[in-house]
T-cell receptor, first 116, second 113 residues
Framework: EPEVTQTPSHQVTQMGQEVILRCVPI?????FYWYRQILGQKVEFLVS????????KSEIFDDQFSVERPDGSNFTLKIRSTKLEDSAMYFC??????????????FGPGTRLLVL | GESVGLHLPTLSVQEGDNSIINCAYS??????FIWYKQESGKGPQFIID???NMDKRQGQRVTVLLNKTVKHLSLQIAATQPGDSAVYFC????WGGGNKLTFGTGTQLKVEL
């Protein structure tokens, strides 16, 4: 069964450093997403991406964040200058092989980011 | 404003019993709802979804009920098994509001042997 994969599973970084989180969405999906979950809290939407551009972003997704689809399979989230409060589990998701809205979003296993 | 909340943070059931996990939402414009299961250290796993033109939808051992009048959603798990132990989240989406999901705070389901 196709699944979303993410690398690395864990990332430790120093405050102010740049990190890139990587995702391989399900191959025939057209919508890609990043969510995050601070420990003990609910999952929060960060950004959605469709047709090579951001389709929606939350207030959390400020200028320190960027997303990219560098090739036909990878989808990345970059945090330019990490802050302590960026420590969280970051989930990638994908949906919509047909490009239709409100299709099931399938989540990856997550990358646990710890900023020291 | 948008909010999705769960009534009970923890639910303990005996193995073999039925489980009912509840969720309240406040945005009447929400028209697509999803239940996810999250095991420790893993990503949310899709269980079942329902659109606002339906009141009930059944899957394998799971049923989702939607009451739009009181803005309430429930997940019923039949014959609960130890493997069902996890945190369950409801999430909502609004047609025309993009594809973002708004998640509730989660209910921890504990299955006792």
């Amino acid at each position: 069964e196709p699944e979303v994969t993410q690398t690395p599973s864990h990332q430790v970084t120093q405050m102010g450093q740049e990190v890139i989180l990587r995702c391989v969405p399900i191959s025939n999906h057209l919508y890609f997403y990043w969510y995050r979950q601070i420990l003990g809290q609910k999952v929060e939407f960060l950004v959605s991406f469709y047709n090579n551009e951001i389709s929606e972003k939350s207030e959390i997704f400020d200028d320190q964040f960027s997303v990219e689809r560098p090739d036909g399979s990878n989808f990345t989230l970059k945090i330019r200058s990490t802050k302590l409060e960026d420590s969280a589990m970051y989930f990638c998701a994908s949906s919509s092989p047909t490009g239709v809205l409100q299709e099931t979003q399938y989540f990856g296993p997550g990358t646990r980011l710890l900023v020291l | 404003g948008e909010s999705v909340g769960l009534h009970l943070p923890t639910l303990s059931v005996q193995e073999g019993d039925n489980s009912i996990i509840n969720c309240a939402y406040s945005n009447s414009a929400s028209d697509y709802f999803i239940w996810y299961k999250q095991e420790s250290g893993k990503g949310p796993q899709f269980i079942i979804d329902i659109r606002s033109n339906m009141d009930k939808r059944q899957g394998q051992r799971v049923t989702v009920l939607l009451n739009k009048t009181v803005k309430h959603l429930s997940l019923q798990i039949a014959a609960t098994q130890p493997g069902d132990s996890a945190v369950y989240f409801c999430a909502e989406n609004i047609w025309g509001g993009g594809n973002k999901l708004t998640f509730g705070t989660g209910t921890q389901l504990k299955v006792e042997l």
